[in-house]
């Protein structure tokens, strides 16, 4: 008996339920969507505040029923209500909302709303709504005057990342932004250059345009010498302050020794806190600041992995082995050089002078290899580290350097052009797939009327750091 009362109670249920979304439905003006149609203006127009009212715009998931659309756009718009106030409100309004489409108490109506049908069991629903400014201040836990208070804090530290980025100083720049998105993150009323979204897309722009290589010259008897630079521009201009986090990983310990960029955007890596380790490998790359770990929001959550991604696709890795030395006579070598077309030049005066470097102690002999070649297409897959663990060579040691041009750009007021280069090295005792060395990113800069000189001496340059860095790890 109690399960047919049980059964009955959930048939009237459904049918109730039922006969209300049905009814909800006949109220709602449905548009078929077609491939020509276009949405509202004021959608496309969104987010244009006055200084009297504050507008939420949402659309809904396509979902089966203009009831059910309606009713996830009405929820993202009480969710975005709830971010500017500091407090949920979706409970406290949301049947308020359904059934009358307005909030009494905050004074929001709905000013448009339109569904699409995009099939018969696939529906959109578009929804603009407007609060007067002065009733979501008193309604909300931030104030007129705090807010106002907070708009110049933005401001002020807008203007303090632009002039520390004219400075080249891009990290400084970097946490300034990341300072003014934590005020702005929990307020829609922000707009235009104050908005979130403006802030923290120039924030990931600094990240992503920061970029580290191993520094060309002369090498120093404390370690490598790393410089930080934007990747694009003409001269690519250093950045000067930028914290770089070196993690140092060992078969016995780890170390993450933190750096900061001089003046010139170098630091030098001590290759000392290395010495008692057999074998391991470092990572060089740019430490986020720490106010990332402020956020709260989903936005804000999304920009800190935003921030992160691109951190992480600006890192350089270095592979040790501090018991390895060469014993045998003969190296194999292996030297592609790629013009800023990615077609394969020859600078065989460039080969010939770095085998000679090699083999001045008179202990190793050095084999040319011209067996190899990557394909214009195959570049971007192939690196110096998985070609010399991955193929077989005429010697048990193999050095192969890939080279490519970076940028070619003429210099302002003169004939010249400068060309940047990159080499990705790497060392290898083949016989047991053994890094001895390994440098993801080593950068070279030419000059020179000609571009093909300057691409030459910009290789030289690279390959002449290069050695100094394999002269230890053959010979000591």
Request: aromatic share 10%; charged share 25%.
């Amino acid at each position: 008996m109690k399960r047919k009362i049980t059964l009955v109670i959930l048939v009237l249920f459904f049918l109730i339920f039922t006969s209300c979304i049905s009814s909800s439905e006949s109220d709602i003006n449905v548009v078929k969507y077609t491939p020509l149609q276009t949405y509202p203006s004021w959608w496309t127009e969104k987010n244009k505040s006055t200084s009297k009212k504050l507008y939420f715009y949402a659309a809904s998931k396509r979902l089966s029923s203009p009831y059910l659309a309606k009713i996830n756009a009405y929820e993202t718009v009480l969710e975005d209500i709830s971010l500017f106030l500091g407090v949920d409100v979706k409970e406290r309004y949301m049947a308020e909302f359904i059934s009358v489409s307005k909030i009494a108490e905050l004074s929001a109506v709905i000013e448009d709303i339109i569904v699409y049908e995009h099939s018969p069991s696939s529906y959109e629903c578009l929804v603009k709504v407007s609060c007067p400014t002065d009733i979501l201040f008193i309604n909300g836990v931030i104030s007129k005057e705090e807010f106002e208070s907070k708009r110049e804090r933005i401001s002020l530290l807008r203007k303090q990342a632009s002039d520390a980025y004219r400075d080249n100083r891009d990290y400084d720049a970097l946490s300034l932004y990341i300072e003014a998105c934590l005020i702005a993150e929990t307020n829609t009323l922000f707009d235009g250059k104050d908005s979130f979204e403006d802030l923290s897309a120039k924030a990931e722009r600094i990240v992503k345009n920061s970029y580290l290589s191993i520094q060309s010259g002369p090498s120093s008897a404390e370690g490598q010498t790393f410089v930080m630079r934007r990747r694009f521009g003409i001269i690519h201009p250093v950045i000067k302050g930028a914290v770089v986090e070196a993690s140092l990983t060992s078969v016995q310990n780890s170390l993450n020794p933190i750096y900061t960029t001089d003046e010139k955007g170098r630091f030098v890596y001590l290759t000392s806190l290395q010495s008692d380790k057999v074998e391991g490998s470092v990572e060089f790359g740019l430490l986020l600041p720490s106010t990332i770990s402020h956020f709260k929001t989903k936005r804000g959550e999304a920009f800190v992995k935003a921030l992160k991604n691109a951190a992480s696709k600006n890192k350089i890795a270095l592979s040790y082995n501090n018991e390895r030395r060469i014993t045998e006579d003969n190296i194999s070598l292996l030297m592609m050089f790629y013009d800023k077309n990615g077609l394969i030049v020859q600078y065989k005066d460039l080969n010939s002078s770095f085998i000679e470097k090699i083999e001045e102690s008179g202990k190793i002999k050095v084999d040319e290899d011209t067996k190899y070649g990557i394909q214009n297409d195959d570049q971007g897959e192939k690196t110096a580290e998985s070609i010399a663990l991955n193929n077989s060579f005429d010697s048990r040691f193999v050095i192969v350097v890939i080279g490519k041009v970076d940028e070619v750009s003429a210099i302002p007021v003169s004939s010249e052009k400068a060309v940047h280069i990159e080499l990705n090295a790497a060392m290898a005792d083949t016989s047991s797939k053994k890094l001895l060395y390994s440098s993801s990113s080593i950068d070279g800069s030419g000059y020179d009327p000609s571009e093909d000189e300057a691409t030459k001496k910009a290789f030289g340059m690279a390959l002449d750091y290069l050695y100094s860095v394999l002269d230890d790890v053959l010979y000591n």
